[in-house]
């Protein structure tokens, strides 16, 4: 079945400590995008990328960082700048930069502990 | 600024009767939008879409209405049923220099009350 995969779904970082959480996707889809969600709160765009080897800053992008080597893959990595990264992370795919086809994952909970 | 935004952060109904969820966006160049259902600790699930070019549209139980007039949303459900119970959220395409994202909204609860 064609989806969207995110690993792991729970993870735990010690403060100073740089993490990566990873986005698959096997639906062709060109455009990738992760967002960030706190509890009772909504989803805040991250980065986003329409095309391989392109990306964007998204509105809160301080103390995260991309890739997009790979048109199914666009790994989130959050830095030791990112003050406060515990929030559960939702990363997305459609299948045009305009927005067609917008399919979720199921999320990655990252605690600092 | 960039925000897409909703009048009531929860609201109670009763099993059976509709619900209406109301959503303001800011961007009128906004040609796409999606209501979205969440569940506690998964992600958005995709309910129904609509594009600028219409000002309504039905799917299975639930009906999304846009005014561009006044930029406004909502997202009806008939027949509100307790699975229905989640966090509902709006989201529109915002277009900005050929750049294409999603803006969400901050979300409605609905609980449904059996």
């Known amino acids: 079945d064609g989806g969207i995969t995110q690993s792991p779904k729970y993870l735990f970082r010690k403060e100073g400590q740089n993490v990566t959480l990873s986005c698959e996707q096997n639906?062709?889809?060109?455009?990738m995008y992760w967002y960030r969600q706190d509890p009772g709160q909504g989803l805040r765009l991250i980065y986003y990328?329409?095309?391989?080897?392109?990306?964007q800053k998204g509105d809160i992008a301080e103390g995260y960082s991309v890739s997009r080597e790979k048109k199914e893959s666009f790994p989130l990595t959050v830095t030791s700048a990112q003050k406060n990264p515990t929030a559960f992370y939702l990363c997305?795919?459609?299948?045009?930069?305009?927005?067609?086809?917008?399919?979720f994952g199921s999320g990655t909970r990252l605690t600092v502990v | 600024g960039e925000s897409v935004g909703l009048h009531l952060p929860t609201l109670s109904v009763q099993e059976g009767d509709n619900s209406i969820i109301n959503c303001a966006y800011s961007?009128?160049?906004?040609?796409?939008f999606i209501w979205y259902k969440q569940e506690s600790g998964k992600g958005p699930q995709f309910i129904i879409d609509?594009?600028?070019?219409?000002d309504k549209r039905q799917g299975q139980r639930v009906t999304v209405l846009l005014n561009k007039t006044v930029k406004h949303l909502s997202l009806q459900i008939a027949a509100t049923q307790p699975g229905d119970s989640a966090v509902y959220f709006c989201?529109?395409?915002?277009?900005?220099?050929?750049?294409?994202?999603?803006?969400f909204g901050s979300g409605t609860r609905l609980l449904v009350r059996p």
């Open positions: 997305a795919s459609s299948i045009t930069s305009q927005g067609d086809g917008y399919t």
């Open positions: 639906l062709n889809h060109d455009a």
């Open positions: 990328s329409q095309i391989v080897n392109d990306f």
């Open positions: 961007n009128s160049a906004s040609d796409y």
């Open positions: 609509i594009r600028s070019n219409m």
């Open positions: 989201a529109e395409n915002w277009s900005e220099d050929s750049s294409y994202k999603l803006i």
